[in-house]
């Protein structure tokens, strides 16, 4: 189990390092909150004990699978979400190798914990706001120039992505997110 630490570890450098190469006022709160300890960065392979019966639900497995099989569950979980946020908490797969998907989990998460997204996940139509605004985050983090067609492409990954509809008030171009994306 160590080296998987250790490679989570290089992993999360990595991509700190890329934040701070590009520079941007999303990258930089990202690592404001990461350096401050704002959230907790965990790996699959050491879930909080809170957040087990949770982690659970999203694989459609019972919580007992965490302790009879820990390494089949985290390999679930992990190729099943990149990356997720609970209550202070931003779970990042091992199975994501490179700086940049690493980076950009890492903005896509913290704006969640920045919006308190957790909070309101009840509708379809909540699950949409929150995730489209984290998906734009991840672009605006990389200083890329956000067009209507990059929007449309952001709107229609999270559709896709999250089992969601695309918002009435978005079609037939979708509008730019409301929300918290840097402090």
């Not at 609970?86 to 913290?110: C, M, N, W």
Request: charged share 30%; aromatic share 8%.
């Amino acid at each position: 189990m160590p080296k998987l630490r250790n490679t989570f570890a290089r992993s999360i450098a990595r991509a700190k390092k890329l934040l701070a190469k590009w520079n941007t006022a999303i990258t930089k709160t990202t690592l404001a909150v990461l350096n401050n300890k704002e959230v907790e960065l965990r790996s699959y392979n050491n879930p909080h004990p809170k957040d087990i019966s949770e982690l659970a639900r999203i694989i459609k497995a019972d919580q007992a699978m965490h302790f009879r099989a820990p390494l089949q569950f985290s390999k679930r979980i992990s190729e099943e979400c990149d990356g997720l946020y609970f209550q202070g908490r931003v779970y990042i797969s091992e199975r994501l190798t490179s700086p940049k998907d690493v980076a950009t989990t890492l903005i896509h998460e913290v704006n969640h914990y920045l919006n308190q997204s957790d909070e309101h996940l009840e509708t379809k139509k909540q699950v949409f706001k929150e995730e489209y605004r984290a998906a734009v985050a991840e672009y605006l983090g990389q200083n890329r120039p956000m067009t209507r067609n990059l929007y449309k492409i952001c709107a229609q990954r999270v559709c896709e992505d999250y089992d969601v509809p695309l918002p009435e008030e978005h079609k037939p171009n979708p509008k730019p997110p409301k929300g918290i994306f840097y402090r």
